[in-house]
């Protein structure tokens, strides 16, 4: 347990001989699993800065290799474009990498006017050879939605956990349909798969912190996803259904 939750535990609990004083409060079962979370999610997040701060090194040189390798293949043959999008991948990760760091020491990116299409289109970039290898078409409906003040890298993030979410959820191929609209009150984007869908079960739980549907997952993604969509005025709704796949929406009030 780490010296800060120790001294927090303490102040609740008071301290005797014993460990405590006589007639202090206990905490019941569901504040110690909260405290215990909390201690979990700190772990987590020093474990992830020292890996985000060990795998710059190495994400730059990979890089490098990659946009040399780009520069030496000729014309436009599939090998070029394959380069191409593992060098923005490669890219995407060391901002991510960036922005773990930034986040850890308290700092942010710069918060400027960007639309939801300029985010998505980002994230879009990054998926479209995964979507063509798995046999999912990516299909665009941009409409209109204006500008808003928001730390781009953080809601592309957002963008690129849902579209991978999606993919996932397709393996045997599918449509991958994003739209983006709004009106007097709000905007939004929306995300939809043609996937198998999801249980109100799982619906329910989706975004607790640790739950995850996946072998190889976190349980994290869309959890954090919430938090920086709530950071900036915005908020993450599902709707799902089994076999008729799911819509994950990106929705913003206009500010008045």
Not at 125 to 135: A, D, N, R, Y
Request: hydrophobic share 40%; net charge positive; aromatic share 6%.
């Amino acid at each position: 347990m780490n010296e800060t939750l120790r001294r927090l535990m303490e102040r609740l609990l008071g301290k005797t001989e014993d460990g405590r004083l006589p007639g202090a409060p206990s905490l019941d079962g569901t504040a110690m699993e909260a405290l215990l979370r909390l201690e979990r999610l700190a772990q987590i997040g020093r474990m992830t800065a020292a890996f985000a701060h060990d795998a710059r090194t190495p994400m730059h040189v990979i890089s490098s290799a990659l946009e040399t390798m780009a520069a030496g293949a000729g014309g436009r043959g599939a090998a070029r474009v394959e380069l191409r999008a593992a060098q923005r991948s490669s890219k995407k990760l060391l901002h991510m990498l960036n922005d773990i760091l930034d986040f850890a020491k308290g700092e942010r990116g710069p918060i400027k006017d960007h639309t939801l299409e300029e985010a998505a289109e980002a994230a879009l970039s990054l998926v479209e050879t995964t979507c063509s290898k798995h046999g999912i078409a990516v299909k665009r409906l941009w409409g209109r939605t204006p500008a808003t003040k928001f730390h781009l890298r953080a809601i592309e993030g957002v963008f690129y956990n849902v579209f991978n979410n999606a993919i996932d959820a397709m393996p045997d191929g599918g449509s991958l349909t994003v739209k983006t609209a709004s009106n007097k009150k709000s905007f939004w984007a929306s995300v939809r798969d043609t996937g198998g869908g999801m249980s109100p079960e799982t619906l329910a739980r989706l975004s607790s912190p640790g739950f995850t549907t996946k072998e190889s997952g976190s349980g994290m993604g869309l959890y954090l996803s919430r938090q920086i969509l709530a950071e900036s005025g915005g908020e993450l709704d599902f709707e799902s259904q089994e076999g008729k796949g799911t819509t994950v929406t990106l929705r913003f009030k206009r500010k008045t």
